[in-house]
T-cell receptor
Framework: DADVTQTPRNRITKTGKRIMLECSQT?????MYWYRQDPGLGLRLIYY???????NKGEISDGYSVSRQAQAKFSLSLESAIPNQTALYFC??????????????FGPGTRLTVL | DAKTTQPPSMDCAEGRAANLPCNHS???????VYWYRQIHSQGPQYIIH???NNETNEMASLIITEDRKSSTLILPHATLRDTAVYYC????????????FGTGTKLQVIP
């Protein structure tokens, strides 16, 4: 079984709808992240969480919210989807080492299309 | 953060070693070299990382020059499933840093 799973894998929705993307991990990591990837723009960080009680905005958090329900679960919500939120969304996890950068492990992605 | 430069594309024959170069001439002493790859539209996959010593794991080897200004990722026996975009990035030792990819190298493994 995959260490980091995302559901759904593909989603088509309409403008104005509320959408939730879910991420689960079995790696036992404390840190979890949500990124989006757009052609030509690379990965951009939306939100990240270092533990269940810690939520931090990334560089493009407007229009998104998150919930860290448990150590293993981190959900991303689009409150009112708009077409420019059409993208590939990736969840990632990492441990929290003291002396080296954290190694982030990515899920398979969710392809979201907003019509 | 130090920037990296990679060739935009490379070809490699199946079964041969794939050697992917990366320049990071402005790397500082507290930055690690990381390699990820991404097969089309799939999640980025961590490959390997290192500070100054050469590293090897089950996927690849990482050779870092003594001055740390460049490195080479080696896939010892490339397969068709290794066709992907490979990203070389540098990340500081301490503190949180998001993963940011440059343009990477598109490796095409040829039968």
């Amino acid at each position: 079984d995959a260490d980091v799973t995302q559901t759904p894998r593909n989603r088509i929705t309409k403008t104005g709808k509320r959408i939730m993307l879910e991420c689960s991990q079995t790696k036992g990591h404390d840190r979890m992240y949500w990124y989006r990837q757009d052609p030509g723009l690379g990965l951009r960080l939306i939100y990240y969480s270092f533990d269940v009680k810690d939520i931090n905005k990334g560089e493009i958090s407007d229009g998104y919210s998150v919930s860290r329900q448990a150590q293993a679960k981190f959900s991303l919500s689009l409150e009112s989807a708009i077409p420019n939120q059409t993208a590939l969304y990736f969840c990632a996890t990492s441990d929290s080492p003291d002396r080296v950068p954290d190694t982030q492990y990515f899920g398979p992605g969710t392809r979201l299309t907003v019509l | 953060d130090a920037k990296t430069t990679q060739p935009p594309s490379m070809d490699c024959a199946e079964g041969r070693a794939a050697n992917l170069p990366c320049n990071h001439s402005t790397i500082s002493g507290n930055e690690y070299v990381y390699w990820y790859r991404q097969i089309h539209s799939q999640g980025p996959q961590y490959i390997i990382h290192g500070l100054k010593n050469n590293e090897t794991n089950e996927m690849a080897s990482l050779i870092i020059t003594e001055d740390r200004k460049s490195s080479t990722l080696i896939l010892p026996h490339a397969t068709l499933r290794d066709t992907a975009v490979y990203y070389c990035i540098v990340r500081p030792i301490l503190g949180y840093q998001k993963v940011t990819f440059g343009t990477g190298t598109k490796l095409q493994v040829i039968p």
